[in-house]
């Protein structure tokens, strides 16, 4: 019996990493294709803001209105958009984790349709459910509310998409959360409330965090939706990712790349970020049935 206690305090063993080697994986055209796929990756993206900055259109685009005017809504609407995007989600991601009830699948399966949507798709779905002869049209018109084509129907529109990835990465930290902790606290007088706010949230901050940021980017970079829901109105909803658009079809190629490049900057800036603070991990809700 005393063995079998100290085998059970004993700690668990590290993971063993096998070194990798060419012999392993059949041969060394195996890296060949792999430095393919790593190129194929990263060189029209590198090219893009070697171009912009080499050829000053980036500094030169800062001075132009369109550009500015796409960078502020793009900013101010993001923040939002985030905002609804854990007010919504936040819940929703505790349902998920803590609770099991019949028909949970399929609303994981609803969380997730967002990501594998096409964009345009979802722009259209929204514009049938909240545009003026749409499922709400009459009610929202009732009250005085238009939405679609107007700054509202972007945040909407990029909450609608980003919502998912915040929802999965807080699932994924909070059901990590050892639940014994929580009820630690509550056996020493703590709330649901204050268990949750004093225990899960700083337990699963890392899970948050690397949610809110992916949910931020996925904002910045909107198009479908946003153009099919909000349309392409300078100043009004024309984001980022549109004025990208509207250059390039107007023939303005330096600026187009300019802002392509702020996209691209941005999105790396999020992406080595959530890999430096050792956030990536907490994405993976593989295993959490």
């Known amino acids: 019996m005393q063995l079998t206690r100290r085998t059970a305090l004993a700690p668990a063993a590290p993971a063993i990493r096998i070194p990798w080697t060419a012999g392993a994986w059949g041969s060394r055209s195996v890296v060949g294709v792999a430095a393919l796929a790593g190129v194929f990756l ?11 900055v080499l050829d000053g259109s980036l500094g030169l685009a800062l001075t132009e209105r369109v550009v500015l005017e796409g960078l502020v809504l793009s900013l101010s609407t993001t923040a939002v958009s985030l905002v609804i995007t854990v007010v919504l989600g936040l819940p929703l991601a505790v349902v998920l984790a803590r609770r099991t009830f019949r ?12 990501i594998v949507l096409p964009p345009s798709v979802a722009g259209l779905a929204l ?18 509310l238009e939405i679609p ?28 959360v050892d639940r014994h902790l929580e009820d630690a606290a509550r056996v020493d007088g703590a709330s649901e409330a204050q268990a949750f706010r004093h225990v899960t949230i700083p337990l699963a901050s890392g899970a948050l965090a690397a949610g809110l940021v992916m949910a931020w980017a996925r904002s910045l970079g909107e198009f479908g939706a946003t153009i099919m829901f909000a349309g392409n109105v300078a100043g009004r909803t024309q984001t980022l990712p549109l004025v990208v658009y509207g250059e390039f079809q107007g023939g303005d190629l330096n600026a187009s790349i300019a802002a392509a490049a702020m996209l691209a900057v941005a999105a790396a800036g999020v992406l ?18």
């Open 42 to 52: 990263a060189l029209p993206v590198v090219v893009l803001v070697a171009r912009a």
């Open 103 to 114: 028909g949970i699948g399929l609303v994981e399966a609803m969380v997730d349709l967002p």
């Open 272 to 289: 080595i970020a959530v890999r430096v603070l050792r956030w990536g991990r907490v994405l993976d809700v593989r295993g959490l049935g």
């Open 149 to 176: 084509f107007t700054t509202l129907a972007v945040i909407v529109a990029q909450s609608f998409v980003s919502l998912p990835f915040f929802v999965r990465s807080a699932r994924a930290g909070i059901a990590s």
């Open 127 to 144: 514009l049938l459910v909240l545009g003026r002869r749409g499922l709400l049209g009459g009610p929202l018109d009732a009250l005085g």
